[in-house]
Each structure stands twice: as C-alpha cells, then as structure tokens.
C-alpha cells in the first residue's frame, strides 16, 4: 500500500536515519516508528485497565490502610537489599 506521509522538521531526521545507514529506507524507519507507537498505545491500554481494576477495588471498598503499604514496601525493600 502507498502512503504519503506529512513529516514536517522530521523528514530530517528519516533521512539522517536512512543515510547514517541506521536503516535501509524512509519505509524502515517509518515502519519502526509505527511499531514503537503499537507498543506504546498497547502498554498504555494495559496501564488503563490496570488502573480501572483499582478504582473498582476502591469503590468496592477494597482498600489497604497507608501503613500496611508502607510496611509492605519496607519488606521488600529489605530483601532486596538482602
């Protein structure tokens, strides 16, 4: 499938990419770059419903005090040093 792609200031830097031999074409890099934006949006989504199951927990009533997290990191704290 063609593309054509507005890159602005970082088609200098595609080209740099290109020429510095980095990669083998714009398409490289550019299907590099789509790939990190893939990855990024996927740990996002996963950051999202990792937080969406602790607000859950909360409404549920689901907490722990401060100091039982506190006491909790404090222990793995020492093992790690250990």
């Given at each position: 499938?063609?593309?054509?792609?507005?890159?602005?200031g970082?088609?200098?830097?595609?080209?740099?990419?290109?020429?510095?031999?980095?990669?083998?074409?714009k398409?490289?890099?550019?299907?590099a770059?789509?790939r990190?934006?893939e990855?990024?949006?996927?740990?996002?989504?996963?950051?999202?419903?990792?937080?969406?199951?602790?607000?859950?927990?909360?409404?549920?009533?689901?907490?722990?005090a401060i100091?039982?997290?506190?006491?909790?990191?404090?222990?793995?704290?020492?093992?790690?040093v250990?």
């Amino acid at each position: 499938m063609t593309m054509t792609v507005e890159l602005g200031g970082l088609e200098a830097v595609v080209e740099r990419l290109v020429k510095e031999g980095r990669y083998g074409s714009k398409s490289e890099v550019l299907r590099a770059g789509v790939r990190l934006v893939e990855e990024h949006e996927t740990r996002l989504a996963e950051l999202k419903a990792m937080l969406q199951v602790g607000i859950d927990e909360a409404d549920r009533g689901d907490l722990i005090a401060i100091e039982e997290v506190e006491a909790m990191l404090a222990e793995r704290r020492q093992r790690s040093v250990a």
